[in-house]
């Protein structure tokens, strides 16, 4: 991700009045950090949690131990229950969930690079739903470029699945 592409997508973030708040566990904070180097960004990031131990996603995120159970920790499920978990702490209208692994030491069943990701938007209208999108996506590179890799999608991510959220709710299908 270039400065300018990252620029441009906090400028708008900012004018549409969007804030995030992030749920991390293999980014680390990164995520977070990534954005709070942009000039404006206090306008943007209202918090960042940190999860990266089973136990932490479940006393901080309050992330189900059933979820956790019957997921591997590096999955769409457990991504998706990091961030309704902070979307419940934050009054943020956007949350951003990584978990994954870096390295082949973490999950031996896992490739190492896999990474799994959660974008919730809370709505604006009170009748319209929550809506959460998953992917998962495996990089290639050293466990700093997996984690940096990973954090630049998920924010040039945003503004997809934006675009995805705005067709749905104008009934258009939007051929993800």
Known sequence: ???????????NLI???????????????LIASTLADQ???????DCAFVTYSPQAKYRCLGVDQAVLAANN???????????????????????????????DTAAPRIPAGTQCYAWLFKPRDPFDPLVVYTETIAFDGSREEIRRQSADYAILRIEHWLQVLKQERQGLSPGV
């Open 15 to 29: 004018d549409s009045q969007w804030t995030i708040a992030t749920a991390e566990s293999c980014t680390a904070g």
């Open 1 to 11: 991700m270039t400065e300018q592409d990252l620029a441009r997508i906090v400028k």
């Open 73 to 103: 920790l590096t999955s769409e499920a457990v991504a998706r229950a990091m961030a309704k978990g902070a979307a419940e702490l934050t009054p943020a209208n956007l949350i951003i969930a990584n978990t994954g692994v870096a390295d």
């Open 39 to 45: 000039p404006g960004a206090g306008g943007l990031l």
